[in-house]
């Protein structure tokens, strides 16, 4: 069985810099990608809020950097997938997808979180043309323009009040015929001049030729009164939710009703010692990259100060 002082889980900001640290501390990291090799960021056109790139960096090219930077230092990184883990045992004991079995003294995990999008095959043709999970990562590029937000809780409101500072217009497409946000949430959504609710409403798909153009909304989906019609817009958030990828380990750490792993204090340590958590699998409120990468950059000082206690 092959054997690493460091083994990262996922290949995101937060994985990659993980990495980046480990490899300079002489840790010899193993970093198995996962699903989305480059986490994320990889499904977003023009990033512009990453320090050191003036005039903004494409999302692959910006994960290609980091991922090189890691392999230029020496850090050993496949693709594959963490399908099994022992970690009541030590060293711990990782299974890939093609069930190759790693020990590792240290485990830091950097698997991310899924969006969750509404399903219609639309989202997934205009995928970077239009459609975004990441208001703030992308609603500088909407400037003047009219967009949608798709969601009614804390999030969606977040996203719609960010967005109506940039666009024209701002419609926030809310399923029920309420907001589930907090009570201060709702009353700014509804004092933005430039925010119109529609509620009770269902996107069922979106239309445009080169990008979004606009789309297709229900009203009172299943009624007697059920109506059918367009509207255009020019960007299309979904704020449903994301669901953190942390199933094969929440037997071994904390994690929220949600899934997102809980660290403890201001550290990257999970409740099992040599187990670290960072970027979006464990950060519920930021989601941005520079915040990942910084998590990152934290749980490998970690492990490495970790294996030093263990190895006095």
């Known amino acids: 069985m092959e054997h690493t002082k460091c083994l990262i889980v996922g290949s995101g900001p937060a994985g990659y810099t993980a990495a980046i640290y480990a490899t300079r501390a002489n840790l010899k990291p193993i970093v198995i990608c996962g699903i989305q090799i480059g986490g994320q960021l990889t499904q977003t056109t023009t990033v512009e809020n990453f320090p050191g790139y003036p005039n903004g960096v494409d999302g692959n090219q910006m994960m290609m950097e980091m991922r090189q930077q890691a392999e230029n230092l020496g850090a050993d990184i496949r693709s594959g997938v963490i399908v099994k883990a022992d970690l009541d045992q030590h060293p711990f004991v990782l299974t890939t997808d093609e069930g190759t079995e790693i020990s590792a003294d240290t485990v830091i995990i950097a698997t991310g979180a899924t969006a969750k999008y509404l399903g219609l095959p ?16 992308d609603g500088f590029f909407y400037r003047k323009k009219v967009c949608a937000v798709v969601g009614g809780g804390d999030t969606a409101c977040e996203d719609a009040l960010y967005l109506s500072h940039l666009c024209k217009k701002v419609y926030l497409v809310v399923r029920k015929p309420f907001l589930r946000a907090s009570k201060v949430m709702q009353d700014r959504v509804r004092n933005a001049e430039n925010i119109e609710i529609l509620f009770e409403h269902n996107a069922t798909g979106l239309y445009g030729e080169y990008g979004v153009e606009g789309m297709h909304l229900v009203h009172r989906k299943g009624e007697a009164d059920e109506r059918h019609y367009d509207l255009p817009v020019d960007g299309f958030f979904l704020a449903i939710g994301h669901k953190p990828n942390s199933e094969v380990f929440a037997k071994w750490v904390d994690v929220d009703e949600i899934g997102y792993i809980r660290t403890i204090g201001n550290t990257q340590a999970t409740r099992t010692q040599g187990v670290f958590a960072a970027g979006d699998v464990c950060d519920p409120v ?21 294996l030093q206690v263990q190895q006095k």
């Open 122 to 137: 639309d989202e997934e043709k205009y995928k970077g043309q239009g459609v975004s999970a990441c208001a703030t990562c």
């Open 286 to 306: 930021y989601r941005q990259a520079i915040v990942a990468a910084g998590s990152g950059c934290k749980a490998a000082l970690e492990a490495e100060r970790y």
